[in-house]
């Protein structure tokens, strides 16, 4: 007779095979659209003025940092740390699931009658429960000791607060970096000649031909390069650094071009200005898509690994366990290439081209995911005579006992 025990999960029509997007496409999920318009929200909270008090040394440079979170993005880090956890929840279900399968592979293999049945199947066979830690609708059924110690999931609401933290805290301190960059790439350029003289800056012939020269055509004061860095560097605005380089010299390269075709020093300067916020608002979106998509793979997987290690803590799965490296059906990356269907040790790291994780992403935008690999010692056994303080119980080689 085989005994069914219900493994509550989330129904879904794709039977929880994994999604893989193609690499080239923008198009973004529910929790990666949240996090995305979240992210782009806090770029803009970012005050101007912001930018003017650190590079005019108003204050202390991460006393702004500082202030800044406090003041405009606090709220941001609470809105993408609800995002990540719904993303981290989901990896969880998706595991249940996937290490429900791999566990009724197991039992089967060891010739044991016993089964593990998803919620569809509950309400057919008269099975007790076995609760994941987030969910506790039904309390007619008894909750087994698997998913019973952390009820309110807090290791993944930390975990969801954390990446949060970690998001808004890069995106705030990219501010004073940008200005760096921006101030270096233009001014800081050394320039070494035939007679061994070293040069730092721009030659007067350079300089003419870069978006300072036109800054300075059309200031009736000579600027400075912190004034030229207050002109560019709101364009760069929640950019990774080497993004803000990026700007500072296309906008130089448009500014050129059009001097070349004779346009007047104002006409270039508001032609370059919308220029710089077009293409900075283009990175700036890109980023926030990288952010969403990488933020919720981590959290994903991050949700995976935590229900393995708690399977395995509570004896569910083998002392021998592993956890398989997934790759997308199509357009694998060079660096997760060689990873496919590689197999660990379940506490043990993977090595992706030298660098070792405990779980995907192995870079920004990456889509794998990581696979349950059980392996039971033996089948369960059953035990009990039935009467109070002694029932009928199923007891596995590695520790988890179920009620029957």
Not at 73 to 90: G, N, P, Q, W
Not at 138 to 153: E, G, K, R, V
Not at 326 to 344: E, N
Request: net charge positive.
């Amino acid at each position: 007779m085989a005994v069914a025990v219900k493994w509550v999960t989330k129904k879904r029509g794709d039977n929880h095979a994994p999604k893989f997007r193609p690499v080239n496409s923008d198009a973004l999920d529910k929790t990666e659209r949240r996090i995305y318009r979240t992210t782009l929200e806090a770029i803009e909270a970012i005050p101007e003025d912001t930018y003017r008090r650190i590079i005019r040394r108003i204050m202390d440079p991460q006393e702004v940092i500082d202030d800044l979170i406090t003041r405009h993005l606090l709220t941001d880090i609470e809105e993408i740390a609800k995002a990540i956890f719904a993303a981290y929840v989901e990896g969880t279900r998706d595991m249940a699931h996937r290490l429900r399968e791999g566990l009724n592979k197991e039992l089967k293999r060891l010739g044991s009658d016993l089964r593990l049945v998803g919620k569809a199947d509950y309400k057919k066979a008269n099975i007790i429960g076995l609760y994941e830690p987030w969910i506790w609708d039904d309390p007619t059924i008894p909750a087994l000791s698997l998913f019973d110690q952390q009820p309110d999931n807090m290791a993944g609401k930390v975990y969801s607060r954390f990446r949060a933290s970690e998001i808004i805290s890069s995106v705030a301190n990219d501010v004073q970096a940008n200005i760096g960059v921006i101030i270096e790439e233009g001014f800081t350029a050394q320039q070494s000649f035939s007679t061994g003289r070293t040069v730092t800056g721009l030659t007067p012939q350079q300089t003419a031909g870069r978006l300072y020269g036109v800054l300075q055509d059309v200031s009736p004061v000579p600027i400075t390069t912190s004034q030229y860095a207050e002109y560019v560097v709101p364009h760069t605005n929640g950019l990774f650094p080497r993004w803000a380089k990026a700007v500072d010299r296309s906008m130089n390269t448009y500014a050129n071009n059009l001097k070349n075709k004779g346009l007047d020093d104002k006409t270039v300067l508001e032609r370059t200005t919308k220029h710089g916020q077009r293409y900075g608002n283009k990175l700036r979106r890109a980023r926030a898509r990288m952010i969403a998509r990488t933020e919720v793979a981590f959290a994903q997987n991050r949700g995976m690994y935590d229900t393995l290690l708690q399977a395995q803590d509570q004896g569910i799965m083998g002392a021998q366990s592993l956890k398989e490296w997934t790759v997308g059906p199509t357009d694998v990356c060079p660096i997760c290439r060689p990873m496919a269907g590689r197999k660990v040790p379940l506490k043990a790291p993977f090595n992706v081209g030298g660098s070792f994780v405990d779980y995907p992403p192995a870079h920004p935008n990456c889509r794998c995911f990581i696979f349950p690999v059980p392996q039971l010692s033996a089948a369960p056994v059953l035990i009990g005579s039935n009467v109070t303080g002694d029932p009928f119980r199923y007891v596995f080689n590695d520790g988890w006992s179920i009620t029957v």
